[in-house]
């Protein structure tokens, strides 16, 4: 019998300001890898499943560029420095306003960026 | 005419790592009119803020017997005399007083009971000379440059914004062609001078230890305007990568730590010692070629870890011991956290691909033999030569970037302003314009991401660690093929607003010129020397390769030639 895959269900907040009247959620399903980053299935959901899935990353490596930051799970955080969860609800950093789906105004939020907390 | 912003500059940097964020501020002493471009978040991303650790600056407060000279002969040495040596002379000569610059910009570093700068070593060089903050000087040198280039009126900056073309004119002004990541509308810089600041194309191989934003753009821009490329076989492959456990929340190139900080074992999965083996000094000696030339043979000869590496292993030392050293950067905790107790048990470490030794072909005013256009940082050839030494990027950028800068702005002043070369621009716009349509109207085809994939897999098989005649040879046949699938077959989502495709589109088609370049250089050097070790020419011919391969763009193909290094400053021992 083939050994079923676990997967990961992942809900993420959707918005793109001049076509959506309101964010959205979308829902993707992928494979479950206990030692990829919540980054890696964001970086997963782009290839293989949603192309128009916008959202930041440049050094890729775990907290180094910072420019990841998002909210998952209630939780402000870097996706690159934390293992995927089985359940996740990821949503752009709160308190700045949204460019399109996980992507922010780094410049017009309540605070510096660099003064974020994060987990 | 196609829709796009204008803007009249002096000077243009395309690139927001430190050698550009260097460039600027040091052109905006020259001149009023200078902008950045960067394609990602100006002080976050490219490779700059990567650094962990080392910047290397001959002070001599270690040992004062140090000096620039000797920085300077240990950094040909290593570079297996592929380096410029003039260009070599200038970086070592300039490097402690670009440091202290940072310093007047308020960066911090780790400093000693007398307030000097803390200097550790690192293998390859004759003495310490490594200047640090924690394991966050990279961040901390970007942070420090970022703030000081926002605080310049002169310099404007433009973020998430890529430049797809450049039109260049013999008597100037030259033209680039950005989009906005935000919303897909062009924006044209018109300006006397450019810098290319964009770092190397270590992406173009599938393990590598480079930001994303790493794919060689300004190295393809400027090899399509007719600038000389030089070295491009010369590819670091970093030794003792992130193999396995991941470390997220580490540097890709953290287990060096280990191996240079902790003295750490290297052994196969038979047990073997093959570094210690074949020199027995290997921890402060063995440069980043031999080594990661020597891990890699393990690998593919069959004697490698699981997941394909080599052990790295503290477990022999006492645990106390390992604990205190891993203290810095608080490197035992992370790794702890996240499930590994390298008291306990050995880590897999690789090889990856690290830095681009070859680039821009530049004079030691930063020029590139076209007139007005400008490189520095890792984009410009010449510092490293055939291997870089740990610690030499961070400070070779400040002053690469520096004098890129400079030279550009002076060459700006007695520019004077014109206006022509219009036609020629518009039609290019019109041609990225429609050549984005298509992307956009096709159904079927071939996914950038994808295309990026096959680029990585085959450069790692073709023209990676350990590489040889026919293998680059199908490598650069395969390269076209994946070219003209593209020219015809490419296809994007059609979002307006950051479409990642998009930017994929145009670092895929960068990342097939470059590695096209990369596989030209290394079939015509038909010996081994440096980070490039061909399986058929497996020793260095100094009677004939003391050259520098370079290539330039000709009709409908590449022009190669070679040019004889100028032995000015030392000489290989016979």
């Not at chain 2, 260097?22 to 905006?28: D, L, N, V």
């Not at chain 2, 003039?86 to 400093?111: H, N, W």
């Not at chain 2, 989502?493 to 930017?503: A, F, I, S, V």
């Amino acid at each position: 019998m083939m050994e079923k895959r676990e997967t990961t269900w992942i809900r993420i907040l959707r918005y793109d300001p001049e076509k959506n009247l309101a964010p959205f959620f979308q829902e993707y399903v992928v494979p479950y890898e206990r030692e990829n980053t919540i980054l890696d299935s964001l970086y997963y959901i782009y290839r293989h499943l949603d192309g128009s899935l916008a959202f930041r990353g440049s050094c890729f490596a775990g907290g180094w560029c910072k420019v990841c930051i998002v909210k998952v799970n209630g939780k402000v955080l870097l996706p690159c420095k934390h293992f995927m969860e089985k359940e996740m609800v990821i949503e752009p950093l709160p308190g700045y306003p949204v460019l399109r789906d996980l992507i922010v105004d780094f410049a017009k939020g309540k605070q510096k960026i660099n003064e974020v907390q994060k987990e | 005419m196609v829709e796009a912003e204008r803007m009249d500059l002096d000077v243009l940097i395309i690139g927001g790592g430190g050698a550009g964020a260097m460039a600027a501020i040091w052109a905006a002493k020259e001149v009023n009119r200078v902008a950045l471009v960067e394609k990602g978040v100006f002080g976050k991303s490219g490779c700059t803020p990567m650094g962990v650790y080392s910047m290397c600056a001959a002070f001599g407060y270690s040992d004062p017997a140090d000096s620039p000279k000797l920085h300077m002969e240990d950094t040909i040495r290593q570079g297996r005399f592929i380096n410029n040596q003039e260009l070599v002379e200038i970086y070592t000569q300039e490097a402690p007083e670009r440091v202290m610059e940072l310093i007047s910009y308020g960066a911090k570093f780790d400093t000693d009971e007398n307030g000097r700068l803390k200097q550790g070593m690192m293998p390859g060089h004759s003495y310490p000379r490594a200047c640090f903050f924690d394991r966050r000087t990279g961040p901390m040198i970007m942070g420090t440059l970022a703030r000081k280039a926002k605080r310049t009126p002169q310099i404007r900056i433009f973020e998430e914004v890529f430049i797809i073309d450049l039109v260049v004119q013999e008597e100037g002004p030259h033209y680039a062609i950005g989009i906005r990541w935000a919303d897909t509308t062009f924006i044209v810089f018109r300006a006397k001078a450019i810098v290319v600041t964009t770092g190397g194309g270590a992406q173009v191989y599938k393990h590598n230890t480079t930001s994303l934003d790493n794919t060689g753009d300004g190295l393809s821009l400027i090899f399509q305007a007719g600038a000389e490329l030089a070295d491009m076989e010369f590819v670091q492959f970093y030794p003792t990568a992130v193999c396995y456990p991941k470390l997220p929340g580490l540097s890709p190139t953290a287990p060096a730590f280990l191996r240079i900080r902790v003295g750490a074992k290297l052994y196969n999965v038979l047990g073997e010692e093959f570094a210690q083996k074949k020199m027995p000094g290997w921890r402060f000696q063995a440069t980043r070629d031999l080594l990661a030339q020597a891990i890699y043979k393990e690998v593919i000869e069959g004697r490698g870890s699981p997941h394909g590496g080599v052990y790295l292993d503290v477990t022999h030392l006492p645990p106390e011991e390992v604990k205190k050293e891993a203290e810095f950067g608080n490197y035992y905790n992370r790794m702890l956290q996240i499930g590994v107790d390298i008291t306990q048990r050995p880590i897999e470490t690789t090889v990856s691909a690290h830095f681009f030794m070859g680039g821009a072909r530049v004079n030691a005013q930063g020029e590139t033999n076209v007139p007005g256009l400008f490189a520095g940082g890792e984009a410009a050839a010449g510092y490293h030569g055939a291997n870089r030494l740990g610690g030499n990027a961070l400070s070779e950028i400040l002053v690469s970037g520096s004098r890129a800068g400079k030279f550009a702005g002076l060459w700006a002043k007695i520019i004077p302003e014109k206006k022509i070369g219009e036609k020629t621009l518009e039609k290019r716009l019109a041609a990225a314009q429609q050549r984005i349509a298509q992307w956009r109207e096709r159904k079927t085809g071939l996914r950038p991401i994808e295309g990026k994939r096959m680029i990585q897999e085959l450069m790692w098989e073709k023209a990676g660690v350990i590489r040889e005649g026919h293998k680059m040879r199908e490598g650069l046949s395969s390269l076209e093929s994946l070219l003209e699938e593209g020219e015809r077959n490419l296809m994007i989502c059609p979002e307006k607003r950051y479409n990642r495709e998009l930017l994929d589109t145009f670092e895929f088609l960068h990342m097939v010129q470059v590695s096209s370049c990369i596989l030209r250089a290394g079939l015509v050097r038909e010996e081994s020397r440096g980070a490039h070790y061909r399986e058929d020419f497996p020793f260095p011919d100094d009677g004939k390769w003391l050259v520098n391969i370079l290539l330039t763009k000709s009709e409908g193909g590449v022009k190669v030639r070679t040019e004889e290094v100028k032995l000015t400053h030392l000489r290989p021992q016979r």
